[in-house]
């Protein structure tokens, strides 16, 4: 009897250790798994991070678009402000092209593009500080046009008031970017530049 009560208490004891040992196990693997998803998701918020301070390197530009007012200076209110557009498309042969010109609209009105290159048609965007340039060449012209620091675009201002200002052309502003598209519809970057001019 003795005998039968000994063998029960230590089958209890095996028992009551296997669960020990089974309990334990579940919570040590309950506690790895939450472990594992935050160093997982760690990781992947660190390659996030990575991935969005990733800059990509700078496109590298060809040609030049420039701004060039007519006249000497300084400009009266009564005057009528004329700006060229001066382009140089590094020797490729242009279909169309965006340009992005920045300017104070509360100092200057804006009155009117012109295309000083019969082969292309100049549409005008005007959008709060800056002008959206699009021009495309029209279809019954099939001649190369190779830019060589040629005036393509005239824009006219009207002055509102006087002062030192500037106009600049942009290099991108959101997803509109100042470029060129050659025949087979390649995307170039130019250089651009930025002028100051007086009104009295």
């Known amino acids: 009897m003795d005998n039968i009560q000994e063998k029960n208490k230590i089958f209890i004891y095996l028992l009551v250790i296997f669960f020990a040992i089974f ?5 040590f693997l309950l506690v790895n798994k939450k472990t ?3 160093e997982q998701q760690s990781v992947s918020t660190q390659t996030i991070k990575q991935e969005e301070l990733l800059i990509p390197s700078e496109i590298p530009k060809k040609g030049l678009v420039n701004l060039k007012a007519t006249g000497s200076g300084p ?16 020797g490729e042969n242009v279909t169309a092209y965006d340009v992005l010109v920045k300017y104070d609209p509360l100092s200057f009105d804006f009155i009117q593009t012109v295309s000083l290159d019969q082969a292309f048609q100049v549409y ?26 040629k005036p393509v675009v005239r ?7 006087t002062g030192e200002f500037s ?18 519809t390649e995307v170039i970057y130019p250089k651009v530049n930025k002028i100051k001019l007086t009104v009295n």
Do not use: C, H, M, W
């Not at 005008?124 to 060589?148: G, N």
């Open 124 to 149: 005008s965007f005007k959008k709060d500080d800056r002008l959206t340039l699009t021009v495309v060449k029209t279809s019954q012209d099939q001649t190369p046009s190779v830019f060589v620091e």
């Open 23 to 27: 309990i334990g196990s579940g919570i």
């Open 36 to 38: 594992a998803n935050k």
């Open 167 to 184: 106009f600049s052309i942009l290099t991108s502003f959101n997803k509109e970017t100042t470029k060129f598209v050659n025949e087979k």
């Open 155 to 161: 824009l006219n201002f009207k002055p509102k008031k």
């Open 75 to 90: 400009y009266l209110l009564t005057d009528q402000l004329i700006i060229d557009l001066f382009a140089d498309s590094n």
